[in-house]
Structures are given as C-alpha cells and as structure tokens.
C-alpha cells in the first residue's frame, strides 16, 4: 500500500507511450507505479509514479510531445552509480556521466524515452553545513 500525502510540488511529463515510459522510470531511476487511471477503453492514459517521498511524477499519454532544452528535472539519490549503470543497460542517453562538482555534489544527467532532461544528484560530503559549499563553489569561481 503506498502513503497517501499532499504533494508540496509534483511534474506532469506528456509521454508518447506511457507502457515504455513507465518501464524506463522503473528500470533507470527506480520510479514504481503509485496508481494508474484508464481512459474509457481500459487503456492507460495517466500513472503516478514515485522515487522516494515527494518525488512524485504524473506521465500523461500524448500524441505529440515537444519537449524543450529550458527545463531540468533534479532527483536526489543516495545511489548515483547504480543509477548510471542502469542507464548503460537500458541504452539511455546519458549527457553527463556522474561528476563531482564544486557544490558538494555528484551529478549524473541523462535523457528519459521522450526527451525529458534530468539531473541525478547525491552529495558527496553529508558532513559539509550549507555555508561551507557555498564559500567552496565561491572560491571556485
């Protein structure tokens, strides 16, 4: 049974076959099922699907998708390379293999079925407070 909660922020992704989508989201970024809602033929038409608490995405069936360069979607992970391996198996398009990057962060930027953009994201030094990745990123400039 899954939790019931308000969810502060949610992405709704137009996708072209929501069966292959939600597979990606599954076997790539470890996204499951919440619920799925048919249309009148019994067809699947929106999933809700779920990472971890209040990551939460709603693919909707859609003829046509046009997605654009001006969005990225960030998901924290505590598991950035079993992630990035899941991508290499499931022949994703991977734009940034896992980098460390000046504000505390491994980042992995790969590309779902549709085009959608995103950025996996998982800290490198949990000890670290906020003031001090802000003046390392600051000295880095």
């Not at 076959?17 to 809602?37: C, H």
């Not at 997605?67 to 290499?88: R, W």
Request: with cysteine; charged share 25%.
């Amino acid at each position: 049974m899954h939790e019931f909660y308000q969810m502060p922020l949610f992405v709704k992704l137009k996708v072209r076959n929501i069966e292959k989508s939600k597979e990606w989201y599954a076997n790539v970024i470890n996204f499951n099922s919440v619920f799925d809602f048919p249309d009148a033929n019994g067809t699947t038409s929106m999933t809700h699907l779920r990472g971890t608490k209040y990551q939460d995405l709603m693919l909707l069936q859609a003829k046509e998708v046009n997605t654009c360069d001006s969005v990225i979607i960030n998901l924290f992970s505590s598991d950035i390379y079993s992630i990035y391996q899941a991508a290499l198996d499931n022949k994703t398009n991977i734009i940034q293999q896992p980098t460390v990057q000046p504000w505390n962060a491994k980042e992995l930027t790969l590309e779902d079925p549709d085009g959608y953009v995103f950025t996996i994201t998982e800290s490198v030094d949990t000890n670290k407070d906020f003031d001090t990745v802000i003046d390392n990123v600051k000295d880095q400039l």
